[in-house]
């Protein structure tokens, strides 16, 4: 049973989704903008009461879809429903069941997230006896009741998100769009988003998540859509896209930045398949379809190279590593 955080206003109660509706069902979806065709025919369906992570390249078309579900931008073909409800023919609808938090925290540094809270509360249509009990059924659920007094101007990065995320819930939504919710936060304030959204979901809301992050994708999302181009390019849970890679991956992690080039020939010469290089993290990885036996040779052409490393093994795929294989590497900074 989904946990609504507040009580709709009188007179503006949302009608009940219908019976059995997906999360999201999105047909032959289309959207274009003059010459540029942003969604070419996205299909994709979501169960109520889960998180879905939308993956994705820039420009794939990842929050037109969000600003589609969200009714502000207009289909050009195909059909997309949200808990059952169309969103072009019963937009209102879909309005009162949806709560949005965009790319960037939208609060008043001069005012207090209680206040903050409130204010979007009365927006939605609540009276203030109202407004203040879902300000308060906020707080509570995203842990804000330390800093709610305080001005939103002396908040830590990680606090305005979890805010912003609380004047999203409000409205007390069924379905909560976020695009890209951890933008620009340290680690520290991303684990905080992260726990903060895991606890929305526990409580039954509905969550579609879009992020350039992938391991975000890792720690929240029971199922992951991946589209390029406006498409749908794979689909289904993180276990599935995992299985569905098929091999297993070698990762060599090198001693000295400047062997990466010979440590990527000799896996190449070994398996035959293209190596990712990251630079950074000083680590070549490479599909394997030959298990055990093939790590064994790899190892035997480094020693025989005098390549040394400082750490080598088979592993299952990453999900970072089914992107790219399904996108390629263009955005991501890797080299082969």
């Not at 206003?9 to 289309?30: F, H, S, W």
């Not at 997309?80 to 949005?100: F, K, M, P």
């Not at 409000?170 to 959204?197: F, K, M, N």
């Not at 990762?251 to 010979?262: N, P």
Request: with cysteine; charged share 20%; proline share 5%.
């Amino acid at each position: 049973m989904r946990t609504r955080l507040a009580a709709a206003p009188a007179g503006r109660a949302a009608p009940a989704p219908a019976g059995g509706a997906p999360l999201l069902a999105a047909r032959d979806l289309t959207v274009r903008f003059g010459k540029v065709t942003a969604l070419d025919g996205l299909t994709l369906t979501a169960p109520a009461g889960q998180v879905l992570a939308v993956l994705g390249p820039n420009g794939a078309g990842k929050t037109t879809f969000v600003r589609s579900v969200a009714t502000l931008v207009r289909p050009d073909a195909g059909e997309l429903r949200v808990l059952g409800r169309d969103v072009v023919t019963e937009a209102g609808r879909v309005r009162r069941e949806i709560g949005l938090a965009g790319q960037y925290a939208a609060v008043e540094p001069a005012m207090t997230g209680r206040e903050n809270l409130e204010m979007t509360a009365r927006l939605f249509g609540h009276s203030r006896p109202s407004a203040r009990r879902a300000a308060d059924a906020v707080i509570e659920q995203l842990s804000l009741g330390e800093v709610a007094g305080r001005r939103c101007g002396t908040y830590s990065g990680g606090q305005r998100r979890r805010l912003d995320l609380g004047a999203s819930l409000v409205g007390a939504p069924s379905l909560l769009l976020l695009d890209e919710p951890t933008t620009g936060l340290d680690p520290v304030s991303r684990r905080e988003v992260w726990e903060a959204v895991r606890g929305l979901a526990a409580s039954g809301t509905g969550i579609l998540l879009t992020t350039h992050y992938l391991e975000e994708a890792d720690e929240l999302a029971d199922r992951v859509v991946v589209i390029d181009h406006g498409r749908s390019i794979a689909a289904g849970t993180l276990g599935e896209l995992k299985a569905g890679f098929g091999l297993d991956v070698i990762a060599a992690t090198a001693e000295d930045a400047a062997a990466l080039d010979r440590i990527a020939g000799a896996m190449r010469q070994v398996t035959g398949a293209q190596p990712r290089i990251d630079v950074t993290g000083r680590q070549v990885t490479v599909p394997s379809a030959g298990g055990p036996a093939e790590l064994a040779a790899v190892i035997g052409v480094l020693s025989g190279a005098g390549l040394t490393v400082d750490a080598i093994g088979l592993r299952r795929p990453t999900l970072d590593e089914v992107f790219l294989s399904l996108t390629g590497a263009h955005e991501h900074g890797s080299r082969s």
